[in-house]
């Protein structure tokens, strides 16, 4: 009974810590306060909150970001907290002894966005994981208990800034998140926001297969 008692404990503070997420990430601000501020410096941030994590499974993060980007005009805590999903996600997915690639570069033909990179060396994702990827209702493959939760709060802030995330496999081995912020953003209203969170979800074919056929 007590093992049974840790394990429900472990798995409610788990869902909290993941819905809490969401909730940093869909949170409504009448008035958002936006500050400059450079990507170099939030994602060293992030990198340094991993350094445990990512050292327990030999995991390296190369960061190849040029000096000279022009400041993102951004939410703070939202796009902290963007890099600390995206980086989570990939150290808690990735095998030991894998290394994740950073980069990032100006647009240079409309030069009003940073377009920016992280890939990895890890094995490649199937089609079925690559369609529902921003479905906050998929399980992982290699974890049947865990959720999508920590990239559709990705999805959700870099469209809540104007921007866009994609994920495709590489060529040669493991994938790439191509990520886009626009250096003067439009950012989105709450209505906008649950707009954009129903439409990931109604879209998604892996939603709508799992409910035809009654699958959990």
């Not at 469209?159 to 998140?177: L, P, T």
Request: glycine share 4%; proline share 6%.
């Amino acid at each position: 009974w007590d093992e049974l008692y840790e394990q429900s404990r472990h798995q409610i503070r788990r869902i909290t810590d993941l819905l809490q997420d969401l909730v940093t990430a869909t949170e409504r601000s009448d008035s958002p306060v936006l500050r400059e501020l450079q990507l170099n410096e939030t994602i060293t941030r992030s990198v340094e909150k991993l350094k445990t994590t990512s050292a327990q499974k030999n995991i390296t993060v190369v960061k190849q970001i040029p000096a000279g980007l022009p400041a993102l005009l951004v939410e703070e805590e939202k796009f902290q907290r963007f890099f600390d999903l995206l980086l989570k996600d990939e150290v808690d997915r990735l095998p030991a002894g894998s290394r994740v690639f950073m980069s990032a570069r100006l647009d240079l033909e409309k030069k009003q966005e940073i377009e920016i990179e992280l890939g990895d060396d890890g094995p490649p994702w199937p089609n079925e994981t690559l369609r529902s990827v921003f479905d906050p209702f998929s399980l992982r493959l290699n974890n049947p208990q865990e959720f999508g939760i920590n990239l559709i709060a990705c999805y959700l802030i870099v469209h809540h800034h104007g921007g866009s995330i994609e994920v495709r496999n590489r060529e040669d081995r493991g994938v790439v998140f191509t990520v886009t912020f626009p250096l003067e953003p439009k950012i989105s209203s709450a209505a906008e926001r649950e707009e954009d969170f129903v439409t990931t979800v109604m879209m998604n074919d892996a939603f709508w297969e799992r409910i035809l056929t009654g699958q959990p």
